[in-house]
């Protein structure tokens, strides 16, 4: 058993902290939220009255928040009562300088630190399968896995800091755009009249295939589990998807690399979002694709 302290009790933090729990760990957490406390606590999390206080004698703490900013500012509140030595562990969707800032804020109060965010969604968080993108050192890299072996199914060390961050965003920008390609596809072979069905059976065997396409089809029907068939509910967002693309830009423009595909996915989904399709999945950018939402 260790003891965890877990900051971030929201759609994902709530879930991931009660498969600690499950596993056997002792953990302590804390939200801005009652109702997020409330939920987290009926799964048997234990609840601070502050972040600071459920890190107190915490040997890993795990934060699961929205935005580099807020991982910072709670990184920078938590630091000074963590005993050295302690690993902190985020797992939050941030920009890669945040969370290499957030390395170094670690290393000066003398503890080992993980980038590790996640994919999977809601239903991989509840039902521990997550897959998860860790940066870090080797050492950090030990001690952490087993914690997030309990979260996830596969764990992946990308190398040393931010790198978890930089594959978390590498991977979202190709499936950005490779969404934006196939409804492309689909809304080409309307107007062609060609069959959404026929163009899955002969796309999904050939040189277009992908999980955009086999998994995750933007049109009802050929792929039942698909959030076409469930009026396009998430899922996976559009406002989250628009965050990580643009987490994506950020990141190239800092380094320096051309993305000009994933510039015009950024931009496809800006305009998605501002269509009033936020919060529907991100596979109904079909709809701004064909110009309606009625079909
Ligand atoms: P969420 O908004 O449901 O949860 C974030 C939680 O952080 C909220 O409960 C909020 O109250 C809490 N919080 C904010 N500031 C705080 C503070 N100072 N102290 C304590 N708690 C604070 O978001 P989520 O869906 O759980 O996502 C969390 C992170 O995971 C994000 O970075 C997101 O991009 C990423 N992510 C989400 C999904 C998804 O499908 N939801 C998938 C992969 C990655």
Redesign the pocket.
Known sequence: MTNIAF???????GPMAGNLVKAGHSVQA????QA?KDAAAEMGVGIAGS?KAAVAGAEVVVT????GK?VL??WADILPAVKPGTLLID????DVDSARKAHALAAEHGCPSLDA???G??GGAKAATLTFMVGGADAAFARGEPVLAKMGRKIVHCGGAGNGQAAKICNNMILGISMIGVSEAFVLAEKLGLAHQALFDVASTSSGQCWSLTTYCPVPGPVPTSPANNDYKPG?ASA?ML?DLKLSQEAAQAAGASTPLGAAAAQLFALHNAWGEGDMDFSGIIHLLRGRRDA
């Open positions: 900051i971030g009790l929201g759609n994902m933090g804390f939200d801005l939220v997020s972040a699961m928040l929205p935005a807020h500012s709670v797992s939050s969707t941030i965010p996640v994919s969604g809601t996976f989250l965050k």
